[in-house]
C-alpha cells in the first residue's frame, strides 16, 4: 500500500511517503525551492503544492504516480464555514476553500499519471493528531492538538487506541492560542506563521508582570477547551516595527504570554489525561514547538511521557494525513524511524560535487576527529550528515557546530548566521553525559524540543549554549542512532573535557537550511565558517592574503 501526503492549504508544504505502513520519505517545500517556509500562508497561495518534494518522495521509493492507491490532502473543504461562520471574517478563505477543492486537479497535474480520484481530504487536526499519535512509539496514548487554525477548529483533544482516534474535544475558531501568540509575533515586529519562535527566545529577557490582566483574556474552560479574547497588546508595549529596537515592556509582554500560554496547556493537558487516563502524552500543532511550555506539560501534568513529533508544526500534517489513510485503507502503520527522512547523498555523489565545484577537500582518516580538531581550537564548522532532517530543527545533519565554553561564541554564532543578538543558540550533548548536566526535561531528549535546567556547577563551563535563564535546548546524541555525530563529541571531549558542542541550523538568516551539498557550499562559502565537513570530506576555509599596501 502507497499513499503520499501532501501539505499545502497554509504554510510550510511538504510531502511524506508510507509504504506498507512504513515511512519512507518525509520532507519539506522550502528545502527543494530555497523559499522561506516554501511560502506565506496568504490565500491566494493557497494553489501552491509542494510539486519538488512530492516528486522526490516518489523517485526515492521508485514510485510511480500511477502507482499510488492514494494521496492523502491535509484539508477537508467541506468542513471550512464562511468567513462570518468562522468569526475571524478572513474573505481569503473563499479563495482558501476553492483552491483546495480543486486539489486533486492540481495534484494531478503536478504528478502526471495519478488518477485524482485517488486524493483523500482529511480533516487539518486529524492530520495533525496521526503524526503525533501514529507516529510516537507508544501505540497507545492521548493526543492534543494546537495550532493557528484549521477549517474550523484550533485545537483537538483525543486518545489513539490500537491505532484508532477518538476525538474527546476540539475549539471552534475564533478562539485560537497558535493566533494569538502570530498576533503578538506581529505586535513585536517579527513575522507571523514564522518567527514565533523569536518571541519564546525574547520571552527569556522578561519577567511576566502582565499575567493576571491577561489570565481572563486566555483561559481554559471545563469541557477541555479554551478562550482567547481580543488582546489590545499597545495596553502593555508599544508596537515594534521590523528592527525597532524593543525593551524590557517588549520583553515583559512576551514573557507574560508566553507564561499565560503555560498554564493553559496545562490545563488542557489535565483535561486530556482526566479524560483517558494515558500514560504517554502526544503532541502537534505549531504550539507544540514550544519546548518550554512542553516542559512544563510534562512536569506539572499527570503525564509519565511527553513526546512531540519533530515536525510538529503544519509540514508534519503531510506524514499525519498519510499514515490516517493508509489506516483507513487496513494498513497497519508504523512509528516514524526518526527525523532523518529528507534526501541523502552517497560519498560518490558528494565527491562529484565537490570535484565540479573545483574545490579543494581532503579525505581525512575521520571526519569525525578532524571536525573535533577543530571544534577544540575553537573554530566553526559547517557540518553536512547522512539524510537531511524533517522539521524546523538543526538535529545533527545539517548543523552549525562549535565550541561552548566560551561566552562570546553565541554573539559570534549569530553574526555568522545574520540573526538578533538575543536568538539563542542549542547543546548537542552525548547521551550518557546527559543527566550529570541536564535536569527537569525528559532525557533522552532526541528532537531538541524540550528545555532543561543546565546545573549550576556547568553553566560556567558552558555558556554559549546557556539561556539568560540558566537553561538550554538540547539534543541527546544516542551512539546506536547517531554513531559518527557520537564519535565525533566523544573525541571534542577527550581534547576538552566537554561532552557537548553548540548546535544551530546550517543557514544563515531567512533562508532554508541547507539540503544538498551545492546548498553547503554556497553557505560555507557566505558565512565566516572555518570548516565544512560533507561526508567524509572536509573543505577548509582558505588563509586569507594580505592585500598588498
Request: proline share 7%.
Amino acid at each position: 500500500m502507497k499513499v503520499l501526503g501532501i501539505n499545502a492549504i497554509y504554510h510550510d508544504p511538504s510531502a511524506a511517503l508510507v509504504v506498507d505502513g512504513e515511512v519512507v520519505a518525509a520532507a519539506e517545500e522550502e528545502r527543494f525551492s530555497r523559499r522561506k517556509h516554501g511560502k506565506r500562508p496568504l490565500p491566494w497561495s493557497a494553489w501552491e503544492l509542494p510539486e519538488l518534494s512530492a516528486a522526490w518522495c516518489l523517485r526515492e521509493a521508485g514510485i510511480r504516480p500511477e502507482e499510488l492507491d492514494a494521496v492523502a490532502y491535509s484539508f477537508d473543504p467541506a468542513l471550512m464555514g464562511t468567513p462570518e461562520e468562522s468569526g475571524l471574517f478572513d474573505d481569503g478563505d473563499v479563495m482558501r476553500k476553492k483552491y483546495a477543492e480543486m486539489a486533486p486537479d492540481f495534484l494531478a497535474h503536478a504528478l502526471p499519471g495519478l488518477d485524482p480520484a485517488k486524493v483523500r481530504f482529511v480533516k487539518h487536526h486529524v492530520a495533525h493528531a496521526a503524526s503525533a499519535g501514529l507516529a510516537a512509539p507508544q501505540r497507545d496514548n492521548a493526543v492534543l492538538v494546537l495550532d493557528g487554525r484549521g477549517e474550523a477548529h484550533s485545537h483537538l483533544a483525543g486518545r489513539y487506541v490500537d491505532g484508532q482516534l477518538e476525538v474527546l474535544a476540539g475549539q471552534a475558531l475564533p478562539h485560537s492560542l497558535g493566533l494569538m501568540y502570530e498576533d503578538l509575533t506581529d505586535h513585536l515586529g517579527f513575522l507571523r506563521s514564522s518567527d514565533e519562535f523569536k518571541v519564546m527566545a525574547m520571552a527569556s529577557y522578561g519577567k511576566p508582570r502582565f499575567v493576571g490582566e491577561l489570565a481572563e483574556l486566555i483561559r481554559a474552560t471545563d469541557d477541555g477547551g479554551f478562550r482567547t479574547e481580543a488582546i489590545d497588546y499597545t495596553e502593555f508595549a508599544p508596537r515594534l516595527g521590523k528592527g525597532d529596537q524593543w525593551t524590557s515592556d517588549h520583553a515583559d509582554l512576551a514573557a507574560s504570554v508566553q507564561r499565560r500560554l503555560e498554564e493553559v496547556l496545562i490545563d488542557l493537558a489535565r483535561w486530556v489525561h482526566e479524560q483517558t487516563g494515558e500514560k504517554t502524552l502526544t503532541l502537534a500543532g505549531g504550539t507544540a514547538l514550544n519546548c518550554v511550555a512542553n516542559t512544563r506539560i510534562l512536569a506539572e501534568s499527570p503525564f509519565e511521557q511527553v513526546w512531540v513529533q519533530p515536525a510538529a508544526g503544519d509540514s508534519g500534517t503531510a506524514l499525519g494525513a498519510a499514515l490516517h489513510v493508509a489506516r483507513e485503507l487496513g494498513e497497519d502503520t508504523q512509528p516514524m524511524p526518526g527525523a532523518a527522512l529528507g534526501r541523502g547523498w552517497s560519498d560518490d555523489e558528494i565527491e562529484q560535487v565537490l570535484i565540479t565545484a573545483a574545490i579543494d577537500y581532503e579525505r581525512p582518516d575521520d571526519v569525525a576527529e578532524a571536525v573535533a580538531e577543530v571544534l577544540a581550537d575553537n573554530g566553526i564548522v559547517a557540518w553536512f550528515q547522512g539524510r537531511s532532517e524533517y522539521g524546523p530543527r538543526a538535529l545533527g545533519h545539517r548543523s552549525l557546530i562549535a565550541h561552548p565554553g566560551f561566552e562570546a561564541n553565541l554573539e559570534r554564532m549569530n553574526d555568522v548566521k545574520g540573526r538578533e543578538q538575543f536568538r539563542p543558540v542549542a547543546p548537542m550533548v552525548l547521551l550518557e553525559k546527559a543527566p550529570e548536566i541536564f535536569s527537569r526535561g525528559p532525557i533522552p531528549s532526541p528532537y531538541m524540543l524540550f528545555v532543561h535546567d543546565v546545573a549550576p556547577e556547568w553553566r560556567e563551563r558552558i555558556p554559549t549554549v546557556t539561556h539568560v535563564d540558566g537553561t538550554a535546548r538540547i539534543q541527546t546524541i544516542d551512539p546506536e542512532t547517531s554513531p559518527l555525530v557520537h564519535r565525533m563529541i566523544s573525541a571534542f571531549e577527550r581534547r576538552t573535557g566537554l561532552p557537548v558542542v553548540v548546535n544551530t541550523s546550517l543557514n544563515t538568516a531567512g533562508r532554508p537550511m541547507v539540503d544538498d551539498p551545492r546548498d553547503a557550499l554556497e553557505c560555507f562559502g557566505s558565512a565566516p565558517v572555518d570548516l565544512l565537513a560533507i561526508g567524509p570530506f572536509v573543505v577548509r576555509r582558505p588563509k586569507a592574503t594580505p592585500r598588498p599596501a
